[in-house]
């Protein structure tokens, strides 16, 4: 079964510094997507970024860009000139193909004025 | 394009009550998924549906749970003689096969189950 670990229960960022939140996963597939998704205190799940596995080039949103390493199965987050309305919990997930998501347990992150 | 809804948003039930909660995706959007979120917990997948299909079922839908998508547009889920461990936020999300953003769940607000 495919799992996901996110190892950071909670981190936090000054305001306009950068930030990298980690994540792991388990899978034997080759072809894949992964996804961060932001929760605010409102707690509408709302899409980052998305990365197929078959690219090579890490995907970037604006201030949002990962760090995608196939082969160590790692696939992290950066969020560069943090800003406040940042603060949120940020989950990683994974899917085959068009399937269900499997998330991890989330990252709580904290922007600090 | 209005997003994913969800109605309600919260619902107070006494134990073994029943509830139904509706989902309207994405239009044009036919893969639609049910999640639910405990508190300081990722989403769990719950059922998911092709049009009107249901393709896939979690081994945490138990029996009390039915799902529906009759017309392949919006969605219910059910929840018969609710138990206090069925408090959660329910997720509702859905995804279309095409474009730039192929397969890409999109979610809703959420609907808030709390029972007493």
């Known amino acids: 079964a495919q799992t996901v670990t996110q190892s950071q229960p909670e981190m936090s960022v000054q305001e306009a510094e950068t930030v990298t939140l980690s994540c792991t996963y388990d899978?034997?597939?080759?072809?894949?997507?992964l996804f961060w998704y932001k929760q605010p205190p409102s707690r509408q799940m709302i899409l980052v970024i998305r990365?197929?596995?078959?690219?090579?080039q890490n995907a970037t949103e604006n201030r949002f860009s990962v760090n995608f390493q196939k082969a160590a199965k790692s696939f992290s987050l950066k969020i560069s000139d943090s800003q406040l309305g940042d603060a949120a919990m940020y989950f990683c997930?994974?899917?085959?193909?068009?399937?269900?998501?499997?998330f991890g347990t989330g990252t709580r992150l904290t922007i600090i004025p | 394009d209005t997003g994913v809804s969800q109605d309600p948003r919260h619902k107070i039930t006494k134990r073994g009550q029943n509830v139904t909660f509706r989902c309207d995706p994405i239009?044009?959007?036919?893969?639609l998924y049910w999640y639910r979120q405990t508190l300081g917990q990722g989403p769990e997948f719950l059922t998911y549906?092709?049009?009107?299909?249901?393709?896939?079922k979690s081994r945490l839908l138990s029996d009390r749970f039915s799902a529906e998508r009759p017309k392949g547009s919006f969605s219910t889920l059910e929840i018969q003689r609710t138990e206090q461990g069925d408090s959660a936020m329910y997720l509702c999300?859905?995804?279309?096969?095409?474009?730039?953003?192929?397969?890409?769940?999109?979610f809703g607000p959420g609907t808030r189950l709390l029972v007493l």
């Open positions: 990365q197929e596995a078959y690219k090579q």
């Open positions: 549906f092709q049009n009107e299909a249901q393709l896939e």
């Open positions: 239009s044009e959007h036919n893969r």
């Open positions: 899978t034997s597939e080759s072809d894949y997507y």
């Open positions: 999300a859905s995804s279309f096969p095409s474009g730039l953003q192929e397969w890409t769940q999109y």
């Open positions: 997930a994974y899917q085959v193909g068009n399937e269900k998501l499997t």
